[in-house]
């Protein structure tokens, strides 16, 4: 009995020792599990925070290039924009002051900023495009660009309204020169017209300078009744025996044998004689002898019009 009952205690203390090493072992297998499951959702946790930082890795390179990529874009556009406002203020000062010696410099100006508008537009285009397709917000860029392209529309009118001045004032200037040119040939035919008028009054003031110097010409002689004779200039008619006769100019008398004179500058003729005597006729009142030291030393002419009025040669007798 003993014996049996010694056997039913062994038994019972063995049965509930590999029960106790069973929920061990079960417990043991159930972290270890556990444990093995946590590893597996860490690795995965790791995995997909490792897919989620390449992804923003990604996106924010992505970002990097759109940005670096606009922003020199855009300050290419800003500089491009500030040398045409510069251009365009030197052209409309040089437009203003009228300076056509730099015309076609100012063409190539206007043509160059064109192009840079052009460039700078076509450029915008692709920024707004590559800022919506790039899926990143930047509102601070999207502002610039409007700026920009406000500032573009802006400048891109005002270089065209200085385009449209230059091409209306050379306008100007082509119907200008065509009027200048119908004057100068009115005026060709002008100077023609005032160059024979022209000779026209010189060849008249010559001959009106002629004219008055033959209206004022006079001649003058005096000698003894002899060499009066002897040159042609007197004749002695009528009388009886000699006694009697009239002196008096020939019909054809000797001109050379006259001294010319300007009867407006002439008031004197020397004489320098005992006796004289005009033959021609003058006006009595019109002139009287001047005598010096016993001899009749001029002739002085008072009144010149009178004087000259009957004749223009004056003959005078002289007695030594």
Same mark, same amino acid.
């Given at each position: 009995? %003993?014996? &049996?009952?010694?056997?039913? =205690? @062994?038994?019972?203390?063995?049965?509930? *020792?590999? +029960? !106790? /090493?069973?929920?061990?072992?079960?417990?043991?297998?159930?972290?270890?599990?556990?444990?093995?499951?946590?590893?597996?959702?860490?690795?995965?946790?790791?995995?997909?925070?490792?897919?989620?930082?390449?992804?923003?890795?990604?996106?924010?390179?992505?970002?990097?290039?759109?940005?670096?990529?606009?922003?020199?874009?855009?300050?290419?556009?800003?500089?491009?924009?500030?040398?045409?406002?510069?251009?365009?203020?030197?052209?409309?000062?040089?437009?203003?002051?009228?300076?056509?010696?730099?015309?076609?410099?100012?063409?190539?100006?206007?043509?160059?900023?064109?192009?840079?508008?052009?460039?700078?537009?076509?450029?915008?285009?692709?920024?707004?495009?590559?800022?919506?397709?790039? %899926?990143? &917000?930047?509102?601070?860029? =999207? @502002?610039?660009?409007?700026?920009?392209? *406000?500032? +573009? !529309? /802006?400048?891109?009118?005002?270089?065209?309204?200085?385009?449209?001045?230059?091409?209306?004032?050379?306008?100007?200037?082509?119907?200008?020169?065509?009027?200048?040119?119908?004057?100068?040939?009115?005026?060709?035919?002008?100077?023609?017209?005032?160059?024979?008028?022209?000779?026209?009054?010189?060849?008249?003031?010559?001959?009106?300078?002629?004219?008055?110097?033959?209206?004022?010409?006079?001649?003058?002689?005096?000698?003894?009744?002899?060499?009066?004779?002897?040159?042609?200039?007197?004749?002695?008619?009528?009388?009886?025996?000699?006694?009697?006769?009239?002196?008096?100019?020939?019909?054809?008398?000797?001109?050379?044998?006259?001294?010319?004179?300007?009867?407006?500058?002439?008031?004197?003729?020397?004489?320098?004689?005992? =006796?004289?005597?005009?033959?021609?006729?003058?006006?009595?009142?019109?002139?009287?002898?001047?005598?010096?030291?016993?001899?009749?030393?001029?002739?002085?002419?008072?009144?010149?019009?009178?004087?000259?009025?009957?004749?223009?040669?004056?003959?005078?007798?002289?007695?030594?």
């Amino acid at each position: 009995m %003993e014996n &049996e009952l010694n056997e039913e =205690k @062994k038994s019972g203390k063995f049965g509930k *020792s590999a +029960l !106790k /090493n069973i929920v061990a072992g079960a417990i043991v297998l159930i972290i270890i599990i556990i444990g093995f499951i946590i590893l597996l959702n860490k690795d995965s946790q790791i995995n997909e925070l490792q897919v989620e930082t390449q992804n923003l890795d990604s996106v924010i390179q992505k970002r990097d290039s759109v940005i670096n990529e606009l922003d020199g874009a855009i300050t290419e556009i800003e500089e491009n924009i500030t040398f045409i406002k510069i251009k365009r203020e030197q052209l409309e000062f040089e437009y203003q002051e009228g300076n056509q010696d730099r015309k076609e410099q100012i063409i190539e100006d206007i043509a160059l900023m064109n192009t840079m508008l052009e460039e700078s537009e076509k450029k915008m285009e692709e920024l707004t495009s590559k800022l919506q397709n790039s %899926e990143v &917000e930047i509102q601070s860029f =999207k @502002k610039r660009m409007n700026i920009l392209t *406000s500032e +573009l !529309k /802006n400048q891109t009118q005002v270089v065209s309204n200085l385009k449209q001045e230059l091409e209306k004032r050379d306008a100007q200037l082509a119907d200008m020169g065509k009027k200048v040119n119908k004057l100068e040939t009115v005026l060709v035919v002008q100077t023609d017209s005032l160059t024979a008028l022209n000779d026209s009054v010189g060849k008249s003031s010559e001959l009106i300078k002629q004219l008055d110097q033959e209206l004022h010409k006079a001649y003058w002689t005096l000698g003894t009744l002899k060499e009066l004779k002897e040159n042609d200039i007197l004749v002695r008619e009528g009388g009886f025996l000699g006694i009697g006769k009239n002196k008096t100019l020939k019909e054809n008398f000797n001109e050379e044998y006259f001294t010319e004179l300007d009867i407006r500058e002439t008031e004197l003729i020397p004489l320098n004689a005992k =006796k004289a005597e005009i033959i021609s006729e003058h006006a009595a009142e019109s002139y009287r002898f001047v005598y010096q030291d016993d001899l009749i030393s001029y002739l002085k002419i008072e009144n010149p019009e009178e004087f000259w009025k009957l004749t223009k040669y004056a003959v005078i007798e002289v007695k030594q």
